[in-house]
Nanobody, 118 residues
Framework: QVQVVESGGGLVQAGGSLRLSCVVS????????LAWYRQTPGNERELIAG???????DYAASVKGRFTISRDDAKNTVYLQMNSLKVEDTAVYYC????????????WGQGTQVTVYS
């Protein structure tokens, strides 16, 4: 049973930073293309950052230049460094496979809440 556990969210003032972590209990983590998603009430989850199994990263326009995705395959962990946070970054953040590049997905974790205030 694959488990996904996100952590690192919190309450932060606009302009601040947070680092999210996501640990996935899966045996072939190294081969999997991963991504971070976020969701706000009443909206669908949107993919905001993806990282390939070769560590190639790409970003949604809304976060490019402010967020950095990375992975540590030895720890089955994917990270999201978020800098220059804006109020509109407030959301629940999730990690999963990159649905543009990977044909299956993990069960969704509980996510981690990020709240940015002005």
């Amino acid at each position: 049973q694959v488990q996904v556990v996100e952590s690192g969210g919190g309450l932060v003032q606009a302009g601040g930073s947070l680092r999210l972590s996501c640990v996935v209990s899966v045996s072939d983590f190294t081969w999997i293309h991963l991504a971070w998603y976020r969701q706000t009430p009443g909206n669908e989850r949107e993919l905001i950052a993806g990282i390939s199994n070769a560590a190639y990263a790409d970003y949604a326009a809304s976060v490019k230049g402010r967020f950095t995705i990375s992975r540590d395959d030895a720890k089955n962990t994917v990270y999201l460094q978020m800098n220059s946070l804006k109020v509109e970054d407030t959301a629940v953040y999730y990690c999963n496979t990159d649905n543009r590049r990977w044909g299956s997905s993990f069960p969704w974790g509980q996510g981690t809440q990020v709240t940015v205030y002005s």
